[in-house]
């Protein structure tokens, strides 16, 4: 599986942006979808996920519930990360994972179980 995010860029603070991850293949239901982020000189750190057959469900960082919403287009085979009212502490390198190994609830948020990584999107959010 290959994943391709795109979508980042420079912005102002309480601006919007939407990140996208686009697959390689159709993305199975037993797939567990994540994105996470990574800023200079620290860990990747989760940020929203979809757990496998999710029903519906999506899981998220406390420092962006409320504001970014993650979502899957199974027709375009594209996953979408929609973030809110961007703050200058949201800037970092974005990327997309998933995993062939189903992952339920908010297990879907720990990043060590994911397989298969996007190459990132830079979001640089200004004051």
């Known amino acids: 599986v290959q994943l391709q995010a795109s979508g980042g860029g420079l912005v102002q603070a309480g601006d919007s942006l939407k990140l996208s991850c686009s697959f390689s293949t159709p993305i199975a239901d037993h797939y567990p979808i994540g994105w996470f982020r990574q800023a200079p000189g620290k860990e990747r750190d989760s940020v929203a996920c979809?757990?496998?057959?999710?029903?519906?469900?999506?899981y998220y960082a406390p420092s962006v519930k409320g504001r970014f919403t993650i979502s899957r287009d199974n027709a375009k085979n594209t996953v979408h990360l929609q973030m809110d009212s961007l703050k200058p502490e949201d800037s970092a390198v974005y990327y997309c994972?998933?995993?062939?190994?189903?992952?339920?609830?908010?297990?879907?948020?720990?990043?060590?179980?994911?397989?298969?990584w996007g190459q990132g999107t830079l979001v640089t959010v200004s004051s």
């Open positions: 979809i757990p496998s057959s999710s029903r519906g469900y999506t």
């Open positions: 994972a998933t995993s062939e190994t189903a992952m339920y609830g908010s297990t879907c948020l720990t990043r060590h179980h994911y397989d298969y």
